[in-house]
């Protein structure tokens, strides 16, 4: 929680006693005396329509503004008390901790004899990162996050070794922010190069043999915008090994269009740069490749091979001169494509056409092709020749998730981890050549899987359209038919996907008999690009529809009580969330939305806010405009109407979705007359959207999180 020096200190006494009140599921007798907000003059009038914003003020960066860090304090102090006082707590946040603490591998990566990848012992707030000469080789230690600093938000972010794994280019994240440093360390001594790289976000890391790599990086912000700013005119550059940032050559931008991204991929002989280029959130890119052999000659000189940014490209590998590539060209749920630059006319030629399924992504391994897909959310995947044919299914544990299968022409073998709501992931190395796999690394757990049930369910929404569920409950709770406090998790976004995978804090809420639900809401990835465009920009209310639709089913199944449905989203489920919570407060006992978009008019403001319009539509024109005023959680918040518990949570480094977002709605939930349940903020610090979070503070925030929702669905942990 965050402890900042204000005007006022920290809150305690009267208020905090006021505040203990509130932890009563009986009514009260007065309101809950929040901690003052200021409220501003500020308004715009926007297509004829004059808009308040009177907590504008709390956009500005904490770091920076003496009335938002005394603001912040002081509702921090108020959060902090509620939350401590609440008596399912303790119970949640020891079971969190002991569900965390187990052994877990990430997927190895080969790079000339040498493996490598990442180990947690269990409650250490970053993983390490190991090597090992050849796959039986004795683990060293090359990378120790926890050392970096000393409350352990300073975290090991992405890595790429070297192609004969001499060297090990890594990126660090600090205090949750996007932004990276590269480092490099010298793999024969464990030492830490001179090099050091920085303004690198939302880069990919390619190495060119072992004398140098392509990065991504933006121009430095101005001072005191680092945080805040809106990212333009991202650039490729090649750093050789041993010089100053400085002396940095750019191999690639677009100074005419300085909103595009870039990120560029070498292929595994080094023969080729492969360069994607976006304009937004949105699957859609242009392609360009740069001939590494002669670029000593001819520079860096880029050809494109797609453009006009109409479709999704994701390089799966090279060879010589021929690349795959999965794509949606044509093929709404993807299908595998190839082509060779060495012709006189290059073509892009089908190897695996689209199928029912999603194709997720593939790899070129040994001499076959690995084919990831999803049906109905859960994976499976095949093995084919190269020319697409001959396939051979991959046997995966029901349902669940299955990720990795990386590797490079030649490769004797993968790896792969598979993992569900009741099993932790697995890593397992598979032989290409018998297709056989066998086990790398298995967690060991303090309880049986098979005592929770996982089932997949699905319901109507408000249109008629069939949606999936996901549902998680113990084995004894589902057998004995009566419904429970129901928690409620969604998305519905960015064409991104909710598949099975395993949360030490969903295994706690169900181990204290409550039940899990996952809605796979239109707007994300489940079912390709129709299910995408059916819940963004003019068709968002779809998504809320879908999840109130989901909360509904619960209730008629009789699987949630009747005041015992909680719902909780990230992003742009918290902006889900807020306005659902807005559209039907009615049918929920509490509500989280967490690190949330929920200024609907000034998103596109601030640092990655602009990408975002692909999906959300642009505020400035009045046809968007209206839609996003219509569902704008800040802009739509019922004063004088019951509302459910709320717990808003956000960071004060979060440069994805800046806290901003959530201080507004904060106050402005504080400020209207919404009922006698607590409307509350928990800001966390030196902590941003979501990644590198150090385990202690994950256990903290989820077991406040756990508390709140059980308090106010009337959750109390069961034994078994």
Same mark, same amino acid.
Request: net charge neutral; proline share 4%.
């Given at each position: 929680m965050v402890r900042l020096a204000g005007r006022n200190g920290l809150l305690g006494g009267a208020l905090g006693m006021a505040l203990l009140a509130a932890t009563s599921l009986s009514a009260q007798d007065k309101p809950i005396a929040y901690p003052e907000t200021r409220r501003g003059e500020v308004t715009d009038t926007l297509f004829g329509e004059k808009i308040a914003d009177p907590y504008r003020w709390l956009e500005a960066d904490v770091r920076?503004?003496?009335?938002?860090?005394?603001?912040?304090?002081?509702?921090?102090?108020?959060?902090?008390?509620?939350?401590?006082?609440?008596?399912?707590?303790?119970?949640?946040?020891?079971?969190?901790?002991?569900?965390?603490?187990?052994?877990?591998?990430?997927?190895?990566?080969?790079?000339?004899?040498?493996?490598?990848?990442?180990?947690?012992?269990?409650?250490?707030?970053?993983?390490?990162?190991?090597?090992?000469?050849?796959?039986?080789?004795?683990?060293?230690?090359?990378?120790?996050?926890?050392?970096?600093?000393?409350?352990?938000?300073?975290?090991?972010?992405?890595?790429?070794?070297?192609?004969?794994?001499?060297?090990?280019?890594?990126?660090?994240?600090?205090?949750?922010?996007?932004?990276?440093v590269l480092h490099v360390l010298d793999v024969d001594t464990g030492k830490v190069m001179a090099d050091e790289l920085r303004w690198v976000k939302f880069s990919a890391l390619s190495w060119i043999g072992e004398e140098g790599f392509l990065y991504s990086r933006f121009p430095a912000p101005k001072e005191g915008e680092t945080f805040q700013s809106r990212n333009y005119n991202q650039g490729i550059y090649y750093h050789r090994l041993g010089t100053p940032q400085s002396a940095d050559e750019l191999v690639y931008a677009t100074p005419d269009h300085p909103e595009y991204g870039h990120t560029a991929h070498v292929t595994q002989d080094g023969r080729l740069a492969v360069i994607a280029s976006t304009i937004g959130t949105d699957a859609r890119n242009d392609i360009h490749v740069i001939d590494l052999v002669a670029r000593k000659a001819k520079g860096w000189q880029a050809a494109p091979i797609v453009?006009?940014?109409?479709?999704?490209?994701?390089?799966?590998?090279?060879?010589?001169?021929?690349?795959?590539?999965?794509?949606?060209?044509?093929?709404?749920?993807?299908?595998?494509?190839?082509?060779?630059?060495?012709?006189?006319?290059?073509?892009?030629?089908?190897?695996?056409?689209?199928?029912?399924? %999603? +194709?997720?992504?593939? #790899?070129?391994?040994?001499?076959? /092709?690995? $084919?990831?897909?999803?049906?109905? *959310? =859960?994976?499976?995947?095949? %093995? +084919?020749?190269?020319? #697409?044919?001959?396939?051979?299914? /991959?046997? $995966?544990?029901?349902?669940?998730? *299955? =990720?990795?299968?990386?590797?490079?022409?030649?490769?004797?073998?993968?790896?792969?981890?598979?993992?569900?709501?009741?099993?932790?992931?697995?890593?397992?190395?598979?032989?290409?050549?018998?297709?056989?796999?066998?086990?790398?690394?298995?967690?060991?757990?303090?309880?049986?899987?098979?005592?929770?049930v996982v089932e997949q369910r699905f319901y109507t929404s408000k249109d008629g359209t069939r949606i999936p569920m996901f549902l998680v409950r113990r084995k004894d709770v589902a057998a004995s038919g009566k419904p429970v406090p129901t928690l409620l998790y969604g998305y519905g976004g960015f064409d991104i996907a909710l598949t099975p995978g395993y949360s030490a804090t969903t295994m706690a809420w169900v181990q204290a008999g409550g039940a899990y639900a996952m809605a796979n809401l239109?707007?994300?990835?489940?079912?390709?690009?129709?299910?995408?465009?059916?819940?963004?920009?003019?068709?968002?209310?779809?998504?809320?529809?879908?999840?109130?639709?989901?909360?509904?089913?619960?209730?008629?199944?009789?699987?949630?009580?009747?005041?015992?449905?909680?719902?909780?989203?990230?992003?742009?489920?918290?902006?889900?969330?807020?306005?659902?919570?807005?559209?039907?407060?009615?049918?929920?006992?509490?509500?989280?939305?967490?690190?949330?978009?929920?200024?609907?008019?000034?998103?596109?403001?601030?640092?990655?806010?602009?990408?975002?319009?692909?999906?959300?539509g642009y505020p400035n024109r009045e046809a968007d405009f209206k839609v996003l005023r219509a569902y704008s959680p800040y802009h739509n918040i019922h004063d004088g109407t019951a509302y459910p518990a709320i717990l808003v949570t956000t960071a004060d480094t979060d440069d994805r979705v800046v806290p901003g977002h959530s201080f507004k709605y904060a106050a402005a939930l504080q400020h209207a007359s919404l009922g006698d349940k607590p409307h509350l903020i928990r800001i966390d610090t030196r902590a941003g959207h979501g990644s590198g979070k150090p385990t202690d503070k994950l256990i903290e925030e989820n077991a406040d999180v756990l508390a709140f929702m059980a308090q106010w669905t009337g959750l109390t942990p069961i034994k078994p």
């Open positions: 920076h503004d003496a009335d938002v860090a005394d603001w912040v304090s002081r509702e921090s102090a108020f959060t902090e008390t509620y939350l401590k006082s609440l008596p399912q707590r303790a119970w949640f946040q020891k079971r969190i901790s002991t569900l965390t603490d187990f052994e877990r591998f990430g997927l190895p990566q080969k790079a000339g004899k040498r493996y490598f990848y990442t180990r947690n012992s269990g409650l250490q707030n970053q993983s390490q990162l190991f090597v090992r000469d050849g796959l039986t080789g004795t683990p060293r230690l090359l990378l120790d996050p926890n050392a970096w600093a000393k409350d352990g938000a300073t975290a090991l972010d992405s890595w790429e070794p070297s192609d004969k794994g001499r060297y090990l280019l890594y990126s660090v994240q600090d205090g949750g922010s996007d932004w990276r453009t006009g940014f109409t479709d999704d490209w994701h390089l799966v590998e090279g060879a010589g001169q021929k690349l795959w590539f999965v794509t949606n060209q044509n093929a709404p749920r993807y299908r595998l494509v190839s082509i060779d630059l060495s012709q006189s006319a290059p073509a892009f030629t089908e190897v695996v056409p689209q199928r029912d399924d %999603i +194709l997720e992504r593939a #790899g070129v391994i040994g001499n076959n /092709l690995v $084919l990831n897909y999803m049906r109905d *959310a =859960s994976s499976h995947a095949e %093995i +084919l020749s190269l020319d #697409g044919k001959s396939a051979r299914s /991959l046997a $995966l544990s029901g349902i669940g998730t *299955a =990720s990795g299968f990386h590797g490079k022409p030649g490769d004797p073998e993968t790896f792969y981890a598979f993992s569900s709501f009741n099993r932790p992931a697995s890593i397992f190395r598979l032989d290409m050549q018998s297709g056989k796999s066998e086990v790398f690394a298995e967690p060991k757990m303090d309880f049986d899987p098979d005592k929770i239109r707007g994300g990835g489940e079912y390709g690009r129709a299910w995408h465009d059916a819940g963004r920009r003019a068709n968002k209310q779809n998504v809320f529809d879908d999840f109130i639709a989901a909360g509904e089913y619960l209730k008629a199944q009789g699987i949630a009580a009747r005041d015992g449905l909680a719902i909780q989203g990230r992003s742009n489920g918290g902006l889900l969330i807020g306005a659902v919570t807005n559209q039907r407060p009615d049918l929920f006992a509490a509500a989280v939305p967490q690190v949330g978009v929920m200024d609907m008019l000034r998103f596109d403001r601030f640092t990655a806010g602009r990408y975002w319009v692909d999906d959300y």
